[in-house]
């Protein structure tokens, strides 16, 4: 849960008094209980994308979760999870108190707290740095206390920016495998932001291209493949390189 539709989504920013448009009439959905990939170039208009599906802004068109209005709820409501591109852990907190911290937020009680943060350390492989700071981490496991984070509180939709795109290939593999995984075992929808064609055939079941804010493509992995769009041929090509 849950499924999102997006009708003719409309985003412009204002900044000293210069409007950028960064996306226009988008219309695509989002299915419920899968992976969906978004891909595009920087400055396509990704991070808006999510930003819009947040409710963190006004927009023109519609977005809609499970056929309400996101406009018309509460964020509470909406049991969702972001992991942004960089990756905001709080600083003086170990990282016990870092994975604790959304349950201490809805009220959960002691020992639900522990069992929840010891169970998500074992599965991201953090049990070891429990008691440490942020700063004395790699950024991997960095990356792993923020994703960890979003999934503590067991949210129905969880959307992620980017979130490992300082990984190396290895590793950003074996990120990908835990969340392949997560997803399957807990059956949520994830939306999953990257520029690399790689990670996206991994980890995707449904994709969407966007091109300078409006769609290129949208479908599963046959029809990626099958498309003749400039921007999908591109993305795919590149894959073909040699790294
Ligand atoms: P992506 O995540 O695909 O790189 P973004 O959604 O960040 O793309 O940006 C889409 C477009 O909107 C770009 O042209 C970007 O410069 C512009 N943009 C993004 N955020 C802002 C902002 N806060 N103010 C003004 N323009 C913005
Ligand atoms: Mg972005």
């Known amino acids: 849960m849950p499924e999102i539709e997006i009708s003719h989504l409309g985003v412009t920013y204002l900044h000293r008094k210069k409007e950028t448009t960064a996306i226009r009439d988008l219309s695509l959905r989002i299915p419920n209980e899968k992976i969906s990939v978004v891909l595009g170039a920087s400055g396509s208009g ?12 006004a927009f023109d068109g519609e977005i809609r979760s499970d056929g309400v209005d996101i406009e018309t709820m509460e964020l509470g409501q909406r049991n969702l999870a972001y992991v942004s591109q960089t990756f905001d852990l709080y600083p ?7 994975l604790a911290f959304p349950l201490k937020t809805i009220g959960a009680s002691h020992e639900e707290i522990d069992e929840r943060v010891l169970e998500m350390a074992d599965f991201l492989g953090l049990r070891v740095c429990l008691s440490r700071k942020p700063k004395d981490l790699s950024v991997g496991q960095q990356q792993r206390v923020s994703l960890g984070r979003a999934l503590i509180k067991r949210p129905s939709l969880l959307l992620l920016d980017e979130p490992f795109s300082n990984l190396d290939v290895a590793f950003r593999q074996k990120m990908l495998h835990l969340l392949r995984d997560y997803q399957i075992s807990s059956q949520i929808t994830i939306v999953y932001v990257t520029h690399q064609i790689k990670d996206a055939l991994w980890v995707g079941d449904h994709f969407i291209v966007l091109e300078q804010g409006t769609l290129a493509f949208e479908g599963d992995k046959n029809a990626l493949f099958a498309s003749p769009n400039r921007s999908v041929r591109s993305l795919l090509e590149a894959e073909e390189e040699p790294i």
């Open 92 to 98: 003086h907190f170990t990282i016990y108190d870092n």
């Open 46 to 57: 990704k991070t808006t994308l999510l930003m819009a599906i947040l409710n963190r802004f």
